[in-house]
């Protein structure tokens, strides 16, 4: 088989994403102590070209952690002991709120969404009638497990009213479509370097609403490194970190977002969405349908495999054979599911090579379909947005 395993990787997961080369290079910078002006000046200026893309004029904070490390920080600084809050489980990650509430000892109600569907801003009106105790709503604005969005706007306008907090995990929203955290409503809103941000994994966001910055100031929760008060105070008042900072990392961030910048955020928020509907534009034609239909996520797309073909095999057969990562499905989706990812230093090109890997795999295992026919559709979809 001629493209065998070929030195020539791809990578389309949904986190992490590739590395652009400027952002290597600075990553291979000789290391520079934390506690001095060149460090600070690259800390201040990633923070403030965070703002724009988290649609904020708060300050955004960074941390030395993986994503889940800011939704912990959010969890505790923003709730204590004994609290009550609604989380939205609408797939793996909104899970993920339910297990953090449980784990600092917090009282979490959960509103179950079926995989691949939106969640209403009506369940969550009920769920804060039937739960009047509950200080915050805490949220997905895209599932990644799921590649659903959710719809934040709405669901911020029912916080707002009722006076609850709204705590978004916006890990593959942030700088893949817009975010108006300020306008919308939203106290907290989090976000991880290794999805849109073209980094490695290793550095996570957050941002806080005014309201929210008080109720961290008297959160009754155990925290240490993870204090956002202090964290906070630190980089806005010493403009250092409170603890070592990922110093490489925060050169690359300031990095990738001048970049970022420089394309413009208008123009980095379409590129996605022209990936994201080219990549959807293969599934219907290989006979494969979506499992976020309605509400399909911009970062990510779902595409359910063939009944009685192994969707983890397709995956590892990619990986494995053809060079090109892409991620199969969790828990009920395991082996139904292919996400291809679609979030940073991507161009909508480089989807016609997912696909056409997707369909070489395929047509490998049994499939059948007009080959060609993905690629082509994807292609059409690409033209038709130039
Ligand atoms: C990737 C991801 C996370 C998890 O972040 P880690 O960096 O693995 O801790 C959380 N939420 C969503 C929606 C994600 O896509």
Known sequence: ??????????????????????????????????????????LDQARERMRPLFGTRQEVILLAASGTGAMEAAVTNLLGPGEHAVYVNGGKFGERWGKLLAAHGMAGHEIRVDWGRAARPERVEEALGANPNARAVLMQASETSTCAVHPVAEIAAVTQARGVMLIVDGITSVGVFEQKMDEWGVDALVTGSQKALMLPPG??????????????????????????????????????????????????????????????????????????????????????????????????????????????????????????????GQDQMKGKLVRIGHMGYLSPFDMLIAVAALETALAHLGHRFERGAGVAAAARRIAERA
């Open 203 to 328: 550095l996570a966001m957050v941002a806080l609403s005014e309201r929210a910055l008080e109720r961290a100031q008297r959160s009754r929760s155990p925290r240490y490194y993870f204090d956002l008060v202090r964290e906070l105070k630190a980089q806005r008042d010493e403009h250092t970190t409170a603890w070592t900072a990922a110093v490489s990392l925060v050169l690359g961030l300031n990095k990738s977002l001048e970049m970022i910048h420089g394309e413009g955020l208008p123009q980095v928020f379409a590129r996605h969405r022209v990936m994201a509907e080219a990549t959807r534009a293969a599934a219907p034609a290989l006979g494969l349908g979506l499992l976020a239909p309605d509400n399909p996520a911009p970062g990510v797309t779902g595409i359910l495999t063939p009944p009685g073909l192994d969707g983890s095999k397709l995956v590892r057969y990619m990986r494995d054979e053809l060079g090109v990562s892409v991620q199969g």
């Open 1 to 42: 088989m001629l493209v065998k395993n070929p030195v020539k990787k791809y990578l389309f997961t949904p986190g992490p994403t590739p590395v652009p080369p400027e952002v290597l290079l600075e990553l291979a910078r000789p290391m520079i102590h934390h506690r001095t002006p060149e460090f600070s000046a690259a």
